[in-house]
C-alpha cells in the first residue's frame, strides 16, 4: 500500500476540467490552487522531523530561504488567492 499525502493535500485544490494553456482569463493555466485538504497538511507536518528556518502565520504562505555567499533571499509565496493581511 502506498501512502501518497502530497497529492490528498492538492487534490481538493484542483478543479475537475481538462488542462488548458489558453490566454483568456479564465484558462486553468491561470488558476492558483488554494483550497487545499488542512488534516492532510497536519499529517504531512507531523512526520517531517525538519527545523524550518522561517514560518509565516498563514499556512497558504510558502516560504523559501536561498543562502549565498553574498547573503540570504526569503522569498515568500501566496497561494491563497488574495493578499496576506497581518502576516506574521
Same mark, same amino acid.
Given at each position: 500500500?502506498?501512502?501518497?499525502?502530497?497529492?490528498?493535500?492538492?487534490?481538493?485544490? !484542483?478543479?475537475?476540467?481538462?488542462?488548458?494553456?489558453?490566454? @483568456?482569463?479564465?484558462?486553468?493555466?491561470?488558476?492558483?490552487?488554494?483550497?487545499?485538504?488542512?488534516?492532510?497538511?497536519?499529517?504531512?507536518?507531523?512526520?517531517?522531523?525538519?527545523?524550518?528556518?522561517?514560518?509565516?502565520?498563514?499556512? !497558504?504562505?510558502?516560504?523559501?530561504?536561498?543562502?549565498?555567499?553574498?547573503?540570504? !533571499?526569503?522569498?515568500?509565496?501566496?497561494?491563497?488567492?488574495?493578499?496576506?493581511?497581518?502576516? @506574521?
Amino acid at each position: 500500500m502506498q501512502l501518497l499525502p502530497g497529492l490528498s493535500y492538492f487534490k481538493p485544490a !484542483l478543479p475537475k476540467r481538462p488542462v488548458d494553456r489558453g490566454s @483568456r482569463d479564465d484558462a486553468l493555466c491561470h488558476f492558483v490552487p488554494s483550497d487545499f485538504d488542512a488534516n492532510a497538511s497536519r499529517l504531512i507536518g507531523s512526520i517531517a522531523d525538519v527545523e524550518r528556518p522561517v514560518v509565516c502565520s498563514d499556512p !497558504l504562505v510558502e516560504t523559501t530561504v536561498i543562502e549565498t555567499k553574498q547573503g540570504t !533571499l526569503i522569498t515568500l509565496n501566496n497561494w491563497s488567492g488574495k493578499p496576506a493581511r497581518k502576516l @506574521r
